[in-house]
């Protein structure tokens, strides 16, 4: 049975014509020309070797949705991804077979994050994904299934298989109503990457963030707060 997209009528497009009602002698040349500023637009954005966003584009998207976290008030979060041992695959297999494994994360990248979400090549082996309107505790589930992909997800070099594995770092960027200076873009990737740091000093293969929300609440419990728990509920130790 054929799809029913494949059944639509599809009425042919009259070829546009100039706004004084009369056949443009250039016109072709123009709609060429507006095609190649498209093309030329997209290479800026979009890094060369994996097709997925540039640290240019990467630097927009995050200023763009810190701003509509001032807004609205909505988190966004930011993951950091660094390959592990990536100069040691470079030198054993090759620069050719370090650039497959950059490809590989890439797509594996774009499979793990919705349509909404922005994941971009920051530089080297490093890549970082910007997700809008996202809390830390949904961030953190995503790194953690990024990881996971990308664990299980050998490269195959021609009969032999290539484990890779990454260390990420997760924060999120939200607005303090009390805070007396605001945080730059710059302040959140520093904080976001001291995260992915410290996934590599614990041993790599892993996802370090920052304090959830409900962490934080609880460290800020004070100590006669809980000893007033303890005296109303019981403590049993």
Known sequence: ??????????????????PAGTD???????????????????QVHTDTLTGIANFRHFRQVLDQEMERTRRTGQATALIMVDLDFFKKVNDTWGHEVGNQALMQTAKLLTQATRRLDTPCRYGGEEFAIVLPSTELI?????????????????????EKSLPLTASLGVDTFR???????EETAEDFIKRTDE???RAKHEGRNRVCHGITPIA??????????????????????
């Open 24 to 42: 443009c002698p250039n016109l072709e040349a123009l709609d060429e020309l507006r095609t190649e500023v498209a093309a030329l637009t997209e």
């Open 216 to 237: 934080d609440k609880e460290a800020n419990v004070s100590a006669e707060e809980k000893d007033a728990l303890f005296g109303l509920f019981g403590n049993d130790d």
């Open 138 to 158: 949904t961030a953190i589930q995503v790194a953690e299934r990024l990881r996971s992909m990308i664990e299980g997800t050998p490269l195959i070099v021609g």
């Open 175 to 181: 607005t303090l109503p009390h805070a007396s200076t």
């Open 195 to 197: 995260q992915l740091y």
């Open 1 to 18: 049975m054929p799809d029913q997209a494949d059944t639509q009528i599809h009425t042919p497009q009259a070829p546009p014509r100039c």
